[in-house]
């Protein structure tokens, strides 16, 4: 089965997500098989790190995933409702047997929940996990009223 069928076997739509999610890969790999391997990973050479979103009164902290990258290697930007990361990896050289962490770069533009003050934010790197603080430009703090 040539790449035309599996177009017309999937669809447009599940062959852009499979092609920019390492997730979506793997359960696709178990649906289709060898049809996969001659699907290319992304149209820009970009994969797209999973991240989790987590939200308080006060902050949103993003977590984002780049295994075997280097904290230099990073490129974090920050506006008023956006985060955007972009990481080059660095792979170890040798024949690859098997290959699911993403490719040679990683890309990633997330909105955010809540307007954000771009200038106090605070971002560690540690065991391949980027961590981003963003405070809230507008905290919301439930004001306690006394009843008479």
């Known amino acids: 089965m040539d790449r035309d069928d599996a177009d017309r076997m999937i669809g447009r739509a599940v062959m852009d997500l499979m092609k920019r999610s390492v997730h979506a890969r793997k359960i696709l790999k178990k649906m289709l098989g060898d049809v996969l391997d001659s ?4 149209d820009e050479g970009y994969d797209y790190p999973a991240i989790d979103l ?3 009164p006060e902050e949103i902290v993003i977590l984002v995933d780049l ?13 008023e409702d956006a985060l955007f990361v972009e990481a080059k990896l660095i792979r170890p050289e040798g024949e690859y ?7 040679d770069r990683a ?3 997330i909105k955010l929940p809540a307007e954000v003050k771009p200038e106090l934010v605070k971002a560690s790197y540690a065991n391949g996990v980027l961590e ?5 430009l507008i905290v919301v703090k439930p004001q306690t009223v006394t009843i008479e």
């Open 39 to 42: 699907v290319p990973e992304t």
């Open 54 to 56: 987590i939200g308080s």
């Open 67 to 79: 295994p075997g990258t280097e904290k230099e290697k990073i490129d974090l930007g920050v506006t």
């Open 97 to 103: 047997l098997r290959r699911e962490r993403f490719q």
């Open 107 to 109: 890309k990633r533009t």
């Open 132 to 136: 981003v603080r963003v405070p809230k």
